[in-house]
């Protein structure tokens, strides 16, 4: 019990409780649409992916589950997304009780630094623009598919709250079997599911900062700088490549018009950032596309938020480090300001981590199945970033795999950093240093 009062160990273990109530819940009868209990492996990996907010899937969840099974996946990535811990808060505010310095320790740990002297009102701002981004957005869908697509008014809002709340906890789950590939050519249905996507993947300390500084770039912080200056840059380099890339491919961009092309392009720019939606069919990408791929999932979209991956400041901490070798500096420096050491370390440890799970993860189904190297890959690092972007392998793979899977995802949303801590079995700093001695590095 000592443990569970730390908060390091207490996030990850509501986590767990929380995947566990919802696995229970979709092994009911009335959670599938024929009345039979689902597999106990479909039911884990559901809930697992939904609480990671990740989108990965073993059975079609429009056809699988019945309304009360898809009611259950909402509800999960919606508090996986929002966080288990900043909800507690949030209760425990609306009810009076004010906020104390164990929810603001479990909340800072859970929303990865969430740094303010005014912890009640980020929590609080975290809850608006939530209900707010997630209201604008079904409303703009719902209207699109009763007036677009025939649906009725019920079916159509449905359709629409479903979306709506997967993009803003960039949970990629969606309530068609093909994902959005039926509305290639609608903007009014991919574009808000697109900026819902990005704003989200900021995270809420650029929220924030934002909401305090508006559009005054010197007065941000060096946090916010680095998230929208960087998830510009890989947005445009996203947009380019698979333009480029997959212009001429006859299964993917090939057989549309210009505008098309660009919405699409644009769109599956975004999603890599960990939302998981697909507009195209991601098995038919070419191998460059999928390797370009590779490189957005795993670096995913900023810290504190519904975003996964190692993270855009850990990736740019890591170019300013390399950059300031390569110029001799003493500091690694961006935006006339310097890193100091423990966030070099903390970025090369979160990298290292990473890499390092998604290759075990990836030799180890690897030998379990025969599918293609790339694709294991593919759906490795899209687990861990928490992204749910597949090449239609996820079913087809063995139940170890699947369950490989599910560890990913839990790391992946938790965080490399705090499950190492979580797990390790003391704290206490040493009380010695040894000599120190330079090795031949390179």
Known sequence: MNALRDPIRLVPTVFVGLIAIGTALLSLPIATADGSRAPLLAAFFTATSAVSVTGLIVVDTPVFWSGFGQAVVLALFQIGGFGIMTAATLLGLMAGRGIRLSDRMATQVERNRLETGDAASVLKMILVITLTMEAVVAVILTLRFAGGYGMSLPQASWHGLFHSVSAFNNAGFSSFSDSVMGFQTDAIVLLPIALSVIVTALGFPVMQDLRANRLRWRHWTLHTRITVAGTGLLLAFGFVAILAMEWANPDTLGPMGIGSKILNAFFHSVMPRTAGFNSLNVGAFHDETIMTNYFLMFIGGGS???????????????????????????????????????????????????????????????????????????????????????TGITADLPPSAQIVLCVLMFVGRVGTITVATALALGTRERAFRYPEETPIVG
């Open 304 to 390: 504190a938020g519904t975003a996964g991956g190692i993270k855009v400041t850990t990736f740019f901490v890591l170019i300013a480090i390399v950059v300031s070798e390569i110029l001799q500096r003493r500091d690694a420096e961006a935006f006339q300001r310097r890193f100091g050491h423990r966030v070099e370390r903390q970025a090369l440890a979160v990298t290292v981590l990473a890499a390092m799970l998604v290759f075990v993860a990836t030799v180890y189904i690897a030998s379990v199945s025969s599918l293609p190297l790339d694709d294991i890959l593919f759906e490795c690092i899209s687990a861990f970033s928490t992204v749910g972007l597949s």
